[in-house]
């Protein structure tokens, strides 16, 4: 086990779901220092017992002000590069959570409703069947079809030409009435912000996200520091980081991680009714038991979490916080491993 100590005393940074009117929060009632050293020793001990199926993993630890970043295994394999806790990773659907909080600064300075119809900055979807909201796409109730994947490898970085494709297609069902999970709903919303805003979505986030949370290695499509692997296979693909931006394309520490979430509940991205309304889950959608706007609510063995999780070809990345107490965790793997991920998660916030 290669650990590395970053403890660091944080004052002020509220927890995620400490408010007691949140739906679903589950009390705790925290030891001395918060479970931080029980939480570091038992997620060190998973993280050697995993050593062997994972080829590496930057897993983060939270406690109020105390934070610890283990790391284990390999950035990548040929040649050999160790894991570091400071190696940017490719966050995947993660992204999601930011594009919903730039979204959420509109509805906040008046520029966007969540009830508005995306075709009034989106015309692409003009052609769909029924009005999509900006609500229903942060949630994934918007009915929207998938790209195919010739749609994808065709126009996936032209975002304009991507929703266009798309808008061709029938509606999956009614908007508001299910949940389908959509990268392409994240597109339509990421392509209204920079219309909005007349920034490229890069610059979009780097001046609404990642300056303001303090996200020093933070960026849009890369460089990353690893690869990503499936039984010791390189299976990355870096091409996909062009695809789809605002839904998956964030490149970033575990720490800057941190530093969102940490910002986000605190209420130095979003006043506290954006947060509550990104909060406040609107039902179940793909491997998601419980969605809001950009973030989901899972149970772990000692209760409800909120965050994101997200997967690319041989990775899989977690970044969660515990309702009704100050513990969070991020925790990154360079492997199809996503149910290894999911243990260390729970390690960490539950132990």
């Known amino acids: 086990m290669r650990a590395l100590w970053a403890l660091v005393v944080t004052a002020g940074v509220l927890a995620a779901g400490c408010s007691s009117d949140e739906p679903g929060a589950t ?63 490719p966050l995947a659907s993660i992204t999601k959570s930011m594009t919903a909080t730039v979204v959420m600064q509109l509805v906040e300075g008046g520029r966007l409703a969540l009830d508005d119809p995306i075709d009034q900055w989106v015309p692409e979807l003009g052609s769909v069947a029924q009005p999509i909201t900006v609500g229903q ?96 296979t390189d299976v990355s693909e870096q091409f996909f980081l062009k695809w789809i931006p605002p839904a998956g394309s964030v490149v970033a520490t575990a720490a800057d991680v941190d530093a969102f979430y940490q910002a986000l509940w605190s209420g130095n991205l979003v006043g506290p009714e954006a947060l509550r309304q990104m909060r406040t889950t609107r039902g179940n959608v793909g491997e998601f038991s419980d969605y809001g706007l950009g973030l989901a609510r899972e149970r772990f063995s000692c209760g409800p979490a909120m965050g994101h999780s997200g997967r690319l070809k041989g990775i899989s990345t977690e970044a969660w916080s515990l309702d009704g107490n100050d513990r969070s965790t991020v925790v990154l793997v360079n492997d199809q491993l996503s149910d290894v991920a999911r243990i260390l998660v729970d390690a960490a916030l539950c132990s």
């Open 27 to 89: 009390p705790h009632t925290p030891e001395t220092d918060g479970g931080f050293l029980s939480a570091v020793a038992t997620l060190e001990q998973r993280v050697d017992a995993y050593e062997e199926l994972t080829t590496g993993v930057i897993a983060l630890v939270r406690a109020g002000g105390q934070v610890q970043v283990l790391t284990d295994g390999e950035a990548r394999l040929r040649p050999r590069i160790a894991m570091q806790a400071d190696m940017r990773f």
């Open 137 to 232: 796409l942060l949630s994934h109730r918007s009915g929207l079809p998938h790209a195919t994947d010739a749609e994808l490898r065709r126009w996936g970085s032209d975002s304009s030409r991507l929703l266009r494709a798309i808008g061709e297609h029938p509606l999956e069902f009614r908007p508001g009435t299910s949940g389908s999970y959509s990268n392409e709903g994240y597109v339509a919303l990421g392509l209204a912000a920079e219309r909005i805003l007349d920034a490229s979505y890069g610059d979009v986030l780097q001046t609404r996200v990642f300056d303001p949370a303090g996200m020093t290695s933070a960026n849009l499509f890369g460089p990353w520091d690893v690869r990503g692997y499936d039984d010791g």
